[in-house]
Every structure is written in structure tokens, then in C-alpha cells.
């Protein structure tokens, strides 16, 4: 079992940056793959980068390349999400979850999520 939570979210402007951290717990193996996924209001839960286990291969979905950037220390058990340049579209609740294998990008091969936090972005 693996436990998650995030934390770091919070009300910002547009331009302007926020880390996401995701903490994990139980069994730590680094070998998880991690991920951020966001559900903006009203709409489905989508990908937004996801790390490997030894944290040298990363992805990201195209609405945020080039702005965030995904990361992890192991000897912390925690996941990071930097995100730079927020557009008011980046407003959603984040999720951190994870998987046994990197790569991929879909809610239903995540394993175990967090609870979530709640980035809103003003224009």
C-alpha cells in the first residue's frame, strides 16, 4: 500500500509560479512510476507529466511543456510539480498517483492517488 498527499496549492495570478510537492508513505519503493494529473472544474480528470522511478526520464502533456516541470527526491519520498507561467486554464484540483511501470498517461493505470489540491488561477 502506498499513501499520497499533496500539498502546495493555492490562489495565484496569472504569470505567476507554484510547487505541488506529493508525499509518499507505506511501502516507498522508488521504483513507482509518479505522475500529476488535474481535473479543471466541470471536466474529466487529465494527464499532466509523469516520472520514471529513478526520476531521469519525465514527459509532459502539451498544454504544459515548456512551463512545468515534473521532478522527485527519493531520499524525501516526494514528487514535485513546478509549474511556471499559470494561465488561468491551469486552474483544477491536482492529483499525484502511482503506477508499478513509466509511461503512462491514462486515470485507469494509476494504481494509488492522493486526495488532491486545489490550484486556482486569477486573470
Known amino acids: 500500500q502506498v499513501q499520497l498527499v499533496e500539498s502546495g496549492g493555492g490562489l495565484v495570478q496569472a504569470g505567476d509560479s507554484l510547487r505541488l510537492s506529493c508525499t509518499l508513505s507505506?511501502?516507498?519503493?522508488?521504483?513507482?512510476?509518479m505522475a500529476w494529473f488535474r481535473q479543471p472544474p466541470g471536466k474529466g480528470r487529465e494527464f499532466v507529466a509523469n516520472?520514471?522511478?529513478?526520476?531521469?526520464?519525465?514527459s509532459s502533456a502539451d498544454s504544459v511543456e515548456g512551463r512545468f516541470i515534473i521532478s522527485r527526491d527519493n531520499g524525501k519520498n516526494t514528487v514535485y510539480l513546478q509549474m511556471n507561467s499559470l494561465l488561468p486554464e491551469d486552474t483544477a484540483v491536482y492529483y499525484c498517483?502511482?503506477?508499478?511501470?513509466?509511461?503512462?498517461?491514462?486515470?485507469?493505470?494509476?494504481?494509488?492517488w492522493g486526495q488532491g489540491t486545489q490550484v486556482a488561477v486569477s486573470s
Open positions: 498517483a502511482a503506477a508499478n511501470n513509466y509511461g503512462y498517461r491514462f486515470v485507469r493505470q494509476y494504481r494509488y
Open positions: 516520472i520514471n522511478g529513478g526520476g531521469d526520464s519525465t
Open positions: 507505506g511501502d516507498t519503493a522508488s521504483w513507482y512510476a
